[in-house]
């Protein structure tokens, strides 16, 4: 009966946002991807822009999940995780977007993200203890903002952002918006190791050179660096991403570098670069780490082909920490109300891979009569403790090799309905396998704009 009602009152938040969500916009109209459309910002000069002043517009998500295992692998005994039935549905992040032109060189940008619903807390007076005010956080979720930013469009070949960006390290984070990956979910092995969506305040240099079939993007960035504090061993760096506080620490900031290939049409092939001299020293206290030395390293590798007949993409991401031994040893003796989870051993090294494939049988049936339907596979190995420098070893409950398989209906261009089945093999099927059905729905779009 409760899996019933939650299926019920999903399809009525669906069927209310298919109405609400309207006609395409211009840009979708003339086949703009979600990504040319949201994501790349004043990338280019303003004369093939869609809007003159000001925009408005955002993307979000939702999702509820059907599993068969419990909260946490880690308490389940010899077996992994325990066999439990559970239902969880979540609004996983909803982002409201807007860009003003200045004028036509200088562009302000800015995306303010509500994640799981957002957050709140709560003053109460308490009588029955003395009248004492006590504070109560009444909601779980975040609010974050994702960017705030002035670009200054000089040239084509080369423009500068400064404020909070995007830091596009992998597929995910440098094309995050719901209907640029297949899953009802992003993809978890990204999403794992690293922060997502990541976002830091520094200054970025951006631009495209070359032509015809040597056509590249490139983006080069210095932003704030993580933070050794939040490193784990389910998470490997993911927690490090700075925010707790009023102010980032900037000691040892991070160099970023992209560079994409667009020289052929349908075909997107990227990689990323990130560097930090030494992440310990962006602790929270500088004693904390005092004589380490962590400097972190992560190199990716992803790609997209799409026509009108097939999508696949691919993506890899390989990780070094230096000093990840003596950040294990700093971190479990971390105070217990800190923010961080003090879950140790951190891994000297991290990885993870994966691709996907969705067919378009609108394309393939030729005729827009058919329902623009893409069914889809994908598989991820992923695994934050690939290398451990440590006498116990890595621990085999965090490698995950998964399928996933599922199908999206676009009822419009930037709206998209999707169902996926997902099974993940756990330490390559020593412990209990972990599996869910999923239902969701995502938009992506400009609202409005003058």
């Given at each position: 009966m409760g899996k019933l009602t939650s299926l019920l009152a999903l399809c009525l938040v669906l069927s209310a946002n298919a109405l609400w969500a309207g006609e395409p916009d211009e840009a979708s109209a003339k086949g703009d991807t979600a990504e040319s459309t949201l994501k790349k910002k004043a990338t280019s000069t303003p004369d093939g822009d869609s809007y003159k002043k000001f925009r408005f517009g955002g993307y979000g998500e939702m999702v509820?999940?059907?599993?068969?295992?419990?909260?946490?692998?880690?308490?389940?005994g010899n077996r992994g995780n325990s066999d439990d039935h559970r239902n969880t549905i979540a609004i996983p992040r909803f982002v409201l977007a807007f860009d003003y032109k200045f004028n036509s060189k200088w562009i302000l940008g800015a995306e303010i993200e509500f994640e799981s619903g957002g957050t709140g807390t709560a003053v109460e007076l308490e009588?029955?203890?003395?009248?004492?005010y006590e504070t109560e956080i009444e909601k779980g979720g975040e609010v974050a903002l994702e960017q705030f930013h002035i670009t200054r469009?000089?040239?084509?070949?080369?423009?500068?952002?400064?404020?909070?960006?995007?830091?596009?390290?992998?597929?995910?984070?440098?094309?995050?918006?719901?209907?640029?990956?297949?899953?009802?979910?992003?993809?978890?092995?990204?999403?794992?190791?690293?922060p997502s969506t990541w976002h830091e305040t520094g200054i970025e240099f951006f631009g495209s050179f070359g032509r015809g079939y040597a056509?590249?993007?490139?983006q080069a960035l210095v932003v704030v660096g993580l933070n050794a504090n939040g490193f784990d061993r389910n998470n490997w760096?993911?927690?490090?991403?700075?925010?707790?506080?009023?102010?980032?620490?900037?000691?040892?900031?991070?160099?970023?570098?992209?560079?994409?290939y667009r020289g052929v049409p349908g075909l997107r092939i990227g990689g990323s670069f990130y560097y930090c001299v030494n992440?310990?020293?962006?602790?929270?206290?500088?004693?904390?780490?005092?004589?380490?030395?962590?400097?972190?390293?992560?190199?990716?590798?992803?790609?997209?082909?799409?026509?009108?007949?097939?999508?696949?993409?691919?993506?890899?991401?390989?990780?070094?920490?230096?000093?990840?031994?003596?950040?294990?040893?700093?971190?479990?003796?971390?105070?217990n109300s800190s923010p961080y989870t003090r879950v140790v051993q951190v891994a000297k090294r991290a990885v993870s891979y994966g691709a996907e494939l969705g067919l378009n049988l609108q394309g393939i049936a030729g005729?827009?009569?058919c329902p623009a339907l893409y069914p889809f596979a994908r598989y991820e190995y992923?695994?934050?403790?690939?290398?451990?420098?440590?006498?116990?070893?890595?621990?085999?409950?965090?490698?995950?090799?998964?399928?996933?398989?599922?199908?999206?209906?676009?009822?419009?261009?930037?709206?998209?309905?999707?169902?996926d089945y997902t099974t993940r093999k756990i330490g390559g099927g020593k412990y209990n396998s972990e599996n869910e059905f999923a239902i969701g729905v995502a938009y992506v779009g400009w609202f409005w704009s003058k």
């Open positions: 509820a999940s059907f599993k068969d295992y419990g909260i946490n692998r880690f308490f389940g009588n029955s203890e003395n009248g004492e469009l000089i040239h084509p070949a080369f423009n500068v952002r400064a404020g909070h960006l995007i830091v596009p390290v992998g597929l995910t984070n440098a094309h995050h918006e719901p209907v640029n990956f297949f899953g009802t979910y992003r993809p978890e092995g990204e999403t794992t190791i690293l056509t590249f993007d490139y760096v993911a927690g490090g991403k700075q925010g707790f506080f009023e102010v980032d620490n900037f000691t040892s900031p991070a160099y970023v570098a992209r560079l994409d992440t310990a020293s962006n602790s929270d206290k500088v004693a904390t780490y005092a004589g380490v030395k962590a400097p972190l390293r992560i190199y990716t590798v992803d790609g997209q082909y799409k026509n009108k007949y097939v999508t696949a993409r691919t993506n890899f991401v390989f990780g070094n920490l230096t000093g990840a031994t003596a950040i294990s040893n700093k971190n479990k003796g971390l105070s005729t827009p009569k992923y695994n934050p403790q690939e290398e451990v420098i440590a006498r116990q070893g890595p621990d085999d409950r965090e490698k995950v090799g998964m399928w996933t398989a599922g199908l999206n209906w676009k009822a419009l261009p930037n709206l998209v309905f999707k169902a």
